[in-house]
């Protein structure tokens, strides 16, 4: 009902509503309404009322709430489920509790703010409020587990493409999951899974994207690392817009991908990546070394050209 209140304020914003108008046309009484009417305040809406002339809708909060991700959502998987918090620990932690729960697949949970929020090789994530966007995104694939590494690469495609459409800035993919601008982070992605030896549990694909972060609000050992949409694009971003076209391009490669396979997120990803054909130095678990990044193969794994030949690293972090 509550969103059906707000659904109401909504088609005729600006504009003010009589209580018994509203009574009518939703079939609920006015103190039930009056409720409502206090419980969206709480969530950030800017309601007014009039003695006489009923609620008005004024503002909506620049929040990433349920209602209003469900309300622009075409999809038919991603986010039919969504967990909301204003403060989290980690959205992936939240995912992967609820996950091993039996959280259905395509199920998000999104924090305004984590205040424990982790990135790759055991490193924190900056995550302030309202700021970014922190979410999570729980897939239980038929895949096998080796194959889980391609969800993060179609992860990194569809959050690269959402933000060009959304924001008209042009980011790289770093292999195997960071997206840059010019050579700054402004999204990083941690994928975690539960499986057994030949099928996947579920697989948690956890996105921090620095959204309206000013350049003076980075702590100071990330700030000439790292840079936000924001600041690229000269504008304030709405978070939802960015959010929900993430979700619609990546519930359209997953169901692709279930359908045809990972040829086409493999030749995406390569047609958005700034590593391949560049002298990398690869810090890995057997040492480090450089070589040219020539290509991915089909496990998206990365292909270094080196003096001895072609090596193959499947995990690990380059430089550029
Ligand atoms: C990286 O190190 O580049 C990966 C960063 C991933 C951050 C996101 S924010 C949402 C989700 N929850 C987390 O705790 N981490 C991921």
Redesign the pocket.
Known sequence: MRRNIMQFLRSRSGEYISGEEISRQLKVSRTAIWKHIQALRQEGYRIESHPRLGYCLREIPDRLLPDEIGMKLTTKILGKQIHYFTDVH????EAKRIAMADAPEGTIVVAEA?NR?????S?G?F?PFAKGI???VILRPPFSPAEAPKCTLMAAVAVSSAIQQVTGVACGIKWP??ILYQGKKIV???TEMSAEIDVINYIVI???INVNIGQEEFPAEISGLSTSLAIEAGRKISRLDLLTAILQQLESLYTGVLANGFASVLGEWRSHSITLGQNVEVLGGTGNFTGIAVDIDNDGALLIQTGSGVEKVLAGDVSI
């Open positions: 980690s959205t992936n932690n984590q929020g982790r990135g790759r090789m490193r994530w995550s922190w979410f999570s999951n960071d990083g992605i941690l956890g996105i921090g």
